[in-house]
């Protein structure tokens, strides 16, 4: 399953700052967990990523290691194609209602 995941600097000290890069430098995603883009913002506020998981036990065990500092968000998406059709088929089932 593909997710959208954005994450937000909860404490920018710089101790805690120093802290966060020596154990992101260290991290590696764990088995099932593919990114498909991994971003930070210009600001230095957060980032997002794209990041295809096997599981929610995945997801959350990409995310744990980071949760002292970071507040994640992580959202589902698909293909716009699908997003498309999907809205296609609510669209005409509403319009069967009379």
């Known amino acids: ?3 959208h995941v954005t994450w937000d ?5 710089e101790e ?3 802290r966060l890069l020596s154990i992101f430098q260290k991290w590696q995603p ?3 967990a593919d990114f498909k883009g991994f971003y930070g913002f210009a600001d230095h506020s ?3 990523a794209i990041v295809e998981v096997d599981s ?6 990409t995310m744990a290691p980071f949760t002292p500092w970071l507040s994640f968000s ?3 998406i698909h293909p716009i194609e699908e997003s ?4 296609g088929e609510a669209l005409a089932f509403r319009d069967s209602i009379e």
Do not use: H, W, Y
């Open 74 to 76: 992580a959202s589902p």
């Open 30 to 32: 764990p088995e099932g």
């Open 84 to 87: 498309v059709a999907i809205t």
């Open 56 to 61: 929610a036990a995945t997801l959350a065990r």
């Open 16 to 18: 805690s700052g120093g």
């Open 1 to 3: 399953m593909l997710f």
């Open 46 to 48: 957060g980032g997002i």
């Open 9 to 13: 600097i909860t404490d920018s000290s």
